[in-house]
């Protein structure tokens, strides 16, 4: 596996971390789990793998914090100035959207409808 994108963290992401094949990159973003991913530089060593964070510090120490980010991004997506990419296939074309998932053929997030 080349990348993680890391949301869980805890035990979970610990376990998705190792996945990772030499070269590989974990991505973090969020901890659902309730706890960060414990990362190591024994692991970082021996996994070989890189380690980032997608909303680090920086971010969190900005005036308004990541309250003010949501609060101007939603509403940018309210006024339609901002609207999220997605492919979208019908429900029953499933194995359609896996294909194109797999080849990379998509862009955004694939959305199945009804």
């Not at 992401?13 to 706890?35: D, N």
């Not at 380690?51 to 939603?74: I, N, Q, Y």
Request: cysteine-free; hydrophobic content about 45%.
């Amino acid at each position: 596996m080349s990348v993680v994108l890391d949301g869980v963290g805890g035990i979970n992401g610990g376990r998705a971390m190792r996945l990772l094949a030499p070269g590989g990159r974990l991505v973090m973003f969020g901890y659902s789990e309730g706890t960060p991913t414990p990362v190591t530089s024994q692991d970082i060593w021996s996994l070989g793998i890189t380690v980032t964070s997608a909303v680090g510090g920086k971010v969190l120490r900005r005036t308004g914090g990541l309250r003010d980010v949501e609060a101007r991004s939603l509403a940018a997506a309210g006024a339609g100035t901002l609207a999220p990419l997605t492919t979208t296939f019908p429900l029953k074309d499933a194995d359609a959207a896996h294909a194109a998932l797999e080849s990379r053929a998509t862009t955004g997030k694939v959305v199945l409808v009804t």
